[in-house]
């Protein structure tokens, strides 16, 4: 979570020779121990570091991790406050929002620097867990009522699986940004069928967007093509609503035509590095080209299910413009009849403070099936 800034720190110290390698893994480590772990001695943290060093790489390099970790340990506390230095450049500023320099670079240009910066601070912080109650019944065992109906911020300490409730389907976890997409999207396409209306969860697995569609009352049909999420999708549908109806991909052409297909495409999960730090150093740049092939293929294939005057629904976990609003643009000319209806972008740092999503509303105005 906090690389970045302890590649930073680290390199703002060892200005003359940037350590590399093993070397420079093991004194992240020891840096982030004496920063963020306050009860302990930093005395202590300095010389295991610095003896493991010793072993692995030999007599010099552990001279030097010693003076840097000393050197750390004496600004400890101005380290945990670090500000951003007014003059640096962009590079040190991705540092500083502990971001990869491409994926500063992008959301910049996107978003602009006051964006991205709040972004980044927003991302730093551990993200809440939210629950998906299926009643108010006994709500107070839930946590504190959230924005969305029955959803609840979880206050609860201990593992969700052994909460009350939890093996017997009453609840589920779900990001409160997901909840929103999930009774947005409810509420606009019932407008238009009312609530028993039929839904292709194409990209389904978890499940966290079928089972919320289940309980508002919509009759779902899902799938997925990952074969190990495919098995995560079973055993919480089963849990949680078996009402639900799961189907393999190779079934989909005996499927008839819905009035809503919502497609969650993979994507680089750029908006839920808070929630998996590891993300943001895992993706790479050009990984995005091909998602974005992905992500039309599955538009393409989710418009042909999608009834005359139905919806199709478009979402991403990514805060990137190149899987949002820039792909809507290469869409829509090969969805006929594609009229859009509504958009949302959520973030961490605005209201209701969870997820980064893109998504995007779309009927179908043709005479198509």
């Given at each position: 979570r906090y690389k970045g800034r302890l590649e930073l720190i680290i390199d703002s110290i060892a200005l003359k020779k940037k350590p590399s390698g093993g070397l420079r893994k093991t004194l992240l480590i020891g840096a982030y121990q004496i920063i963020a772990q306050e009860k302990v001695e930093p005395a202590w943290i300095v010389s295991e570091t610095v003896d493991?060093?010793?072993?692995k790489e030999g007599q010099a390099p552990a001279k030097f991790a010693n003076a840097l970790l000393r050197r750390v340990a004496d600004h400890a506390k101005e380290w945990r406050a670090m500000e951003l230095n007014p003059a640096a450049k962009e590079d040190e500023i991705a540092d500083f929002c502990s971001l990869p320099f491409w994926l500063y670079k992008r959301l910049s240009k996107s978003h602009g620097r006051d964006w991205v910066m709040a972004y980044a601070k927003a991302s730093l912080e551990r993200p809440v867990t939210w629950i998906r109650a299926k009643d108010s019944a006994d709500a107070s065992k839930?946590?504190?009522p959230g924005p969305v109906s029955q959803s609840y911020r979880a206050t609860e300490k201990g593992a969700i699986p052994e909460r009350a409730g939890f093996k017997e389907g009453r609840f589920f976890v779900q990001d409160i940004s997901g909840q929103f997409l999930v009774s947005e999207i409810c509420r606009e396409v019932a407008a238009r069928y009312g609530e028993k209306?039929?839904?292709?969860?194409?990209?389904?697995?978890?499940?966290?967007k079928s089972l919320g569609l289940s309980w508002n009352g919509a009759q779902v049909t899902a799938t997925d093509k990952d074969?190990?999420?495919?098995?995560?999708?079973?055993?919480?549908?089963?849990r949680v609503a078996p009402e639900v109806q799961i189907i393999e991909k190779k079934q989909l052409p005996g499927l008839p035509a819905q009035h809503l297909v919502w497609v969650d495409a993979p994507c680089t999960g750029s908006g839920i590095i808070r929630r998996h730090p590891d993300i943001r150093w895992l993706r790479r740049e050009e990984d995005i080209a091909k998602l974005n092939s992905v992500q039309k293929s599955l538009c393409v294939e989710g418009w042909g299910k999608v009834k005359s005057e139905g919806f199709l629904a478009y979402?991403?976990?990514?805060?990137l413009a190149e899987e949002g609003?820039?792909?809507l643009e290469k869409i829509l000319p090969r969805l006929p009849g594609a009229q859009v209806v509504k958009k949302w972008f959520l973030v961490p740092q605005e209201s209701p403070h969870g997820d980064g999503f893109w998504g995007v509303l779309i009927?179908?105005?043709s005479n198509d099936v």
């Open positions: 493991l060093i010793k072993r839930w946590g504190e209306f039929t839904v292709l969860d194409l990209c389904a697995a978890p499940g966290g074969e190990r999420r495919f098995m995560m999708l079973r055993e919480n549908i089963k979402t991403v976990c990514s805060v609003p820039l792909l009927q179908k105005k």
